[in-house]
């Protein structure tokens, strides 16, 4: 590259930067704190508290470990966390046991995935909620005082409030924000200009720029209702349901990986995501989405393609991370349950309620008991993930078959006969081998090899037709269980015994989470005593699975409608009504406007639960379509933008920004592929394929679908998705962060993706003779806006420029152009303005 177009680019992109860096939003410690309450925390209390906390007989070298303050100030010896720094940290040390005098915790050394957490956390800042100078203690749980906050009380419709500017609104939800604007003495910003409103609908409702066609079509509409068919055009396309369940799949931590320490493909998960999409494109009601979520197993269906889409939806249940390497059986159940337990209430409900898995939870009267009733639900569930028996690989999982004549996709071609043979002999071979195998070492591995030679068939009926397989749930045995135990009795009989993990049944209370501390009494199966006053009754036959789904969906649930609603208002106007939308709890911010979401939380439920109602009466609202500019006094009195005097803008997240990439350069194909890269890649552990097809794929750079067809690999996300804040699929993420990172823009000026698509664009611009003519068009495609004389000047500057540097070294010629057009596109699409939604 010449060093004029690094100066020209370098020039641009520092600019962008410093623009962007004015209204990002800051990042917020959402994601670090879950990651502590899930990964770090019961450790800490597990293993450290007896003796380093304010519950300790005595406190040892003086640390204690309940507290940030306790953790960050250390002991004795100095600090044992050093936020952002696991070199100078001794607890790291402490738990590495890589000294002999400092080695804990005593007789025993934790996990090197538990290591490896602790690792990450205090690389991440080690976010750490736990206020005090010493352990923050609760008092026995309170409902009664509990039920008096806001979240767990009912919605209440309140009167419209009285404004001075009655002109303004127009809508109710504009009423409400007026109201509070002008009871803080400010006004809501003019309106935004027509290209502006319109880049930020398609950007909202289906994730694309507009295009030149529909931007004129827009501005030559002069009716009263040309917003609303924009809204409506918008709503109808099928892009609608790609934008939007993206959101909802950064809820639900959808992945197509195990993660953690032995990571194994989910080659089934992608059907779930298809699912997600067409529920938002059909405008599935919400309340029936939570049920087909978390029961659609057991809801009554006829046909077989309802009966395979609702078996399907259960995959939620199934998607989350897995210690695949766990050695105990209870332990990875009780796990299991626990990470569903906190995707469930995190995402339907808005609250914690994992965390109560090894004492009452710390800030929510939600109980131990609680936690454990909820337990006994989905012990009582077997979780069909499908993997299969490999090194280090011990919880081996079948699949759900899908029903016979159920009229839906295949990821994988049919398995032609000779190679179903080809595959059977290599089996046969293996086994063969196997017998004359002394060393017990090379007959496991070689029986992992076996076990992925018979994945391939297993994906396959006999006639060589793919096998309607799907990730999900269904209940366990109703009653005792006994299990075939592998060998005959003396009298010839086969060995039977009892198995109480496969049966539905309640769960008991186990003291401080631990799998061999399981309490005498099992708390019966029902749900969160704070949230309602009538026990759930379940059937002593059934898990409880349907009845919960019917508890959370129902709208007499306090906490249902609101948590939806406010999950749709974080991501049209970039902060929630509640700001901490996983959590509604006692430790969560109240709401800026509590009126106003009671009244979108009762609306949307009396609107049959409609998603897409609930989008376009948001979008037609005035305060919606506000400016984005800001003023000297409000920003001042409110530069957090609580009140909405105007829209916030908001960089694009990664998949907008990469299909905005695709889209303006041309090279975008709208068409949704059918399956998934990890689908054809197959059963196994992510390591074995290296830089094979699966690895490449991640980062393919003929891959021109949209961003959410991407392989989702725990622990590998593509980089385009990560270096812009794509959210990390082992965690419940609600608001992702917005970080500015040199990182990004380094990735804008080298990566071979950008560089591909600056040349596509180069090509369009290129098919115009005229220079104005392609300047022009450049600016209408990138920023959806012509362009104004002094940037119309700077281009040809800029252009003109690049070609005498190139001039210098050789001949100009069509390739020389070429590279220049294409480095001024790639100017673009570093800026500031094309990353920006405003």
């Known amino acids: 590259m010449k060093k004029l177009y690094w ?76 936020p952002g720094d696991p070199g100078h940290s001794l607890l790291l040390e402490a738990i590495r046991q890589s000294s002999d005098d400092l080695q804990m915790p005593p007789k025993k050394k934790l996990s090197a995935e538990v290591i490896a957490d602790f690792e990450r956390w205090i690389s991440m800042g080690a976010p750490d909620p736990r206020e005090g100078a010493a352990a923050v203690t609760t008092p026995a749980v309170n409902l009664e005082q509990g039920r008096n906050h806001w979240a767990f009380r009912a919605p209440a419709m309140s009167e419209l409030p009285n404004v001075a500017d009655t002109g303004w609104p127009q809508s109710d939800v504009d009423r409400f924000v007026l109201a509070a604007l002008e009871a803080n003495g400010l006004t809501p910003v003019a309106d935004a200009d027509r290209r502006t409103l319109l880049r930020r609908l398609s950007f909202d409702l289906t994730g694309l720029p507009p295009s030149a066609a529909e931007m004129e079509a827009f501005l030559n509409d002069s009716s009263e209702d040309a917003i609303e068919n924009v809204v409506d055009r918008l709503l109808a396309s099928p892009h609608f349901g790609e934008k939007w369940a993206r959101h909802w799949l950064d809820v639900a931590r959808f992945a197509e990986s195990t993660g953690r320490t032995v990571n194994f493909f989910y080659p089934h998960a992608w059907r779930y995501r298809d699912y997600v999409i067409a529920a938002f494109n059909n405008d599935k009601p919400y309340d029936q989405f939570i049920r087909e979520q978390l029961a659609g197993d057991l809801l009554p269906s006829a046909a077989p393609e309802v009966q395979a889409e609702r078996m399907i939806a259960t995959g939620f249940l199934a998607l989350g991370p897995k210690t695949l390497n766990e050695r105990s059986g209870l332990k990875f159940e009780l ?131 793919p096998r309607l397989l799907a990730m999900g749930v269904r209940d366990k045995r109703a009653g005792p269980a006994f299990r075939r135990r592998g060998f005959r009795l003396g009298n010839g009989n086969d060995a039977f015994v009892y198995d109480g993990s496969v049966t ?146 908001r960089r ?138 002094d940037e119309a000047l700077q281009t040809r500057q800029f252009l003109a420029a690049y070609a005498r540097q190139i001039g210098t070294d050789r001949n100009f010629n069509a390739r020389s152009e070429h590279e220049v057009w294409s480095a001024f596109c790639q100017a673009l699409f570093a800026s500031a303005e094309f990353q920006l939604r405003r």
């Open 335 to 465: 796990d299991a349950a626990d990470e569903q337990i906190d995707v469930t209430t995190q995402a339907f409900l808005g609250i914690t309620v994992s965390c109560a898995r090894c004492h009452d939870h710390k800030f929510d009267p939600i109980s131990q008991a609680d936690y454990y009733a909820l337990a006994g639900i989905f012990r009582s569930t077997e979780t069909y993930y499908g993997t299969v028996s490999y090194i280090n690989a011990q919880r081996v999982s079948r699949l759900l078959p899908l029903p016979a004549g159920a009229d839906v996709a295949v990821a994988i071609e049919d398995l032609p006969a000779q190679d179903r043979q080809r595959i059977e002999e290599q089996i046969s071979g293996v086994r063969d081998a196997m017998k004359n195998m002394q060393d017990p070492i090379q007959r496991f591995l070689t029986n992992g090899r076996v076990s992925l030679l018979q994945a391939q068939l297993d994906q396959y009926e006999s006639d060589g037709t």
């Open 652 to 789: 694009l997240d990664a998949e907008c920004l990469r299909d905005a990439i695709l889209s303006v350069s041309g090279q975008l194909d709208p068409k949704p592929p059918v399956g998934s890269a990890v689908a054809r890649a197959g059963e196994g552990p992510v390591e074995r394929f290296g830089a094979t097809p699966i690895a490449r794929a991640i980062e393919d750079l003929k891959n021109t679908h949209r961003s959410i067809y991407l392989p989702v690999i725990r622990d590998n996300l593509p980089e385009a998705l990560a270096l812009f804040d794509g959210a990390d699929p082992s965690l419940i993420t609600a608001s992702r962060n917005q970080t500015t990172v040199p990182a990004q823009a380094l990735f804008l000026m080298n990566n071979e993706f950008i560089l591909r698509a600056s040349d596509a664009a180069a090509d369009q611009l290129l098919q115009m003779d005229d220079v104005e003519q392609r300047i022009e068009t450049a600016f209408l495609k990138f920023y959806g806006r012509p362009v104004n004389p």
């Open 504 to 649: 539905i049944g309640d769960s008991p209370i186990f003291v401080r989470g631990e799998s061999d501390q399981p309490e005498a009494e099992a708390i019966p199966r029902g749900t969160i005593a704070i949230l309602t006053t009538q026990p759930l009754e379940i059937p002593s036959r059934t898990s409880g699975r349907l009845e919960l789904a019917e508890w959370i969906a129902s709208a007499d649930n306090p906490l249902t409608a609101r948590v939806l609603v406010n999950r749709v208002w974080l991501q049209l106007f970039g902060r929630g009504l509640v700001s901490t939308a996983d959590d509604f709890g006692f430790a969560g911010q109240p709401p800026s406007h509590p009126e106003l979401l009671d009244y979108l939380a009762i609306r949307f439920s009396q609107n049959g639960w409609s998603i897409k109602q609930l989008i376009r009466s948001l979008v037609l609202t005035r305060v919606y379509q506000l400016d984005s500019v800001a003023k000297p006094d409000a920003t001042e009195r409110d530069p957090d933008n609580v009140l909405l005097w105007r829209m916030a803008p």
């Open 7 to 82: 100066v020209g680019v370098v020039v641009l992109v520092v600019s962008s930067w410093s623009s962007s860096r004015a209204v990002a939003q800051q990042p917020d410690d959402s994601e670090g704190i879950a990651f502590f309450e899930a990964a770090i925390r019961p450790i800490l209390v597990k293993e450290c508290y007896s003796c380093h906390s304010a519950g300790s007989d005595s406190l040892e070298s003086g640390l204690a470990l309940d507290t940030r303050a306790g953790i960050r100030r250390g002991g004795d010896r100095g600090p044992a966390v050093v």
